[in-house]
C-alpha cells in the first residue's frame, strides 16, 4: 500500500528527544509525499478528535526543545477494545491511513492491538526515560535523564562533603534499574538500591561505617524509585530508628524529564522517525524502531510490548567495589 497521509501522537510519560523524533517524522514523511497529521495529548486526544495538521515549520525549532510539542498522556480507555474500535474509527473518518507512536511498552501493547484487531498500519518509536522496553537497548530520553540525574548528584555530592553527610538520592524509572545504575557508577555512589531487591539496611550502615573509618566525609546512595516514589522516606527512618544514623533524602522526581535533549538523544531519535516512514513506506508493520549492538533497526512490535529490566547488576557491584 503506497500510504499518503499518517498520524503522529507521544503517548505515556514525556521524554527528552520526542520532539527530535517529531520533527524526523514530519519533515521524512513530507519529503516522501505524504502528509501528517500531529494528534495531541496521545491516545486521550486521539478519542476526542485533536487534530493538528503539521508542516515543514510545524517542526522548526524544536530539536533542542525537551518534553513533547504535540503533549502526551496516559490513557485507561485505550486498553479497553470498544475504545480503539472507536480511535480507529476516527483516524479513518480523517483519511488517516497509518499511526505511529512515540512511546513506552504500555503505548505499544494500546498499538499492537489496533493491528491485531483491525489491521490498521501502525509504527512504535520507542520514547521514555526509563529504558525498560523489550526488543531495544535504549529508549529516547534515557541519556538526557541520566546525564540530568548526574548533575544532581555532583551538586548534592559538594554539599554532601561539606557537611560530612550521607544522602539518599532517588531517581525516577519505576520498576526499571536503568537510570539507578548508570546514575550510580558516574556519581561514585557507595550503594545502588534496585527496585526490585529488598533493603538491607545492615548492609547500608557497615558500608558507611567503613567509609568513616577510613577518613570518607560523605556517602551518596542511589535508589531506584520503584512502583511508587518516596520509598527512601522509609530507608530514612530505619536506618534513623534501627542504626542512629542521619541521612539525608533527595528525591530529584520530574526533574529528570525535563530538558533539552543530549547529543545521543537527538541523534537516535533523528534515525529513528526517519526510519519509521521508510518502515512504512515498505510496508514493513507493525514494527518498533530499536537500538541494537549500536544501531537502529526494526524489530517486530509484538516484541516489544512487554516490560524488560535490562538490569546489570554488575554495575552495581562495579559502585560498591569503586567506592570502597
Ligand atoms: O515512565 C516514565 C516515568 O517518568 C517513570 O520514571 C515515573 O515513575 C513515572 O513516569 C511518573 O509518571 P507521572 O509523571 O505520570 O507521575
Excluded at 83 to 94: G, L, N, P, S, Y
Amino acid at each position: 500500500m503506497a500510504f499518503t497521509h499518517i498520524g503522529l501522537l507521544c503517548s505515556g510519560g514525556d521524554a527528552p528527544g520526542m520532539n527530535c523524533a517529531i520533527r524526523a517524522v514530519v519533515r521524512t514523511a513530507i519529503s516522501q509525499g505524504i502528509k501528517v497529521t500531529g494528534i495531541r495529548r496521545g491516545y486521550a486526544g486521539l478519542l476526542r478528535g485533536e487534530f493538528s495538521p503539521m508542516n515543514l515549520s510545524s517542526v522548526g525549532n524544536i530539536i533542542q526543545r525537551g518534553g513533547t510539542i504535540l503533549q502526551t498522556s496516559r490513557s485507561p480507555e485505550f486498553m479497553k477494545p470498544n475504545f480503539r474500535k472507536t480511535a480507529v474509527e476516527i483516524m479513518k473518518a480523517q483519511g488517516i491511513e497509518a499511526l505511529i507512536i512515540i512511546g513506552g511498552d504500555g503505548s505499544f501493547n494500546g498499538a499492537m492491538s489496533v493491528w491485531n484487531e483491525h489491521q490498521f498500519p501502525v509504527i512504535g518509536i520507542p520514547g521514555t526515560i526509563d529504558n525498560d522496553i523489550s526488543g531495544t537497548e535504549y529508549t529516547i530520553g534515557f541519556d538526557t535523564a541520566v546525564e540530568t540525574a548526574i548533575e544532581a548528584v555532583d551538586r548534592i555530592r559538594d554539599t554532601a562533603h561539606s557537611h560530612a553527610r550521607t544522602f539518599l538520592v532517588e531517581v525516577m524509572g519505576r520498576n526499571s534499574s536503568a537510570i539507578a545504575l548508570k546514575v550510580g557508577v558516574c556519581t561514585g555512589a557507595e550503594n545502588i538500591l534496585l527496585p526490585h531487591e529488598k533493603v538491607n539496611h545492615q548492609k547500608i550502615f557497615d558500608d558507611i561505617q567503613r567509609g568513616v573509618a577510613r577518613g570518607k566525609e560523605s556517602s551518596i546512595i542511589i535508589v531506584a524509585e520503584g512502583p511508587v516514589a518516596g520509598r527512601s522516606y522509609e530507608i530514612q527512618h530505619v536506618l534513623r530508628d534501627m542504626y542512629h544514623m542521619d541521612a539525608h533524602v533527595a528525591i530529584l522526581g520530574h526533574i529528570q524529564r525535563g530538558g533539552s535533549p543530549t547529543a545521543d538523544d537527538r541523534f537516535i531519535a533523528s534515525q529513528m522517525g526517519n526510519l519509521a516512514i521508510h518502515a512504512l513506506m515498505d510496508n514493513k508493520f507493525p514494527v518498533v524502531t530499536v537500538f541494537n549492538a549500536g544501531k537502529v533497526g526494526l524489530n517486530d512490535m509484538k516484541n516489544c510490548i512487554t516490560k524488560s529490566d535490562h538490569n546489570f547488576t554488575e554495575y552495581q557491584k562495579l559502585a560498591e567495589t569503586l567506592s570502597i
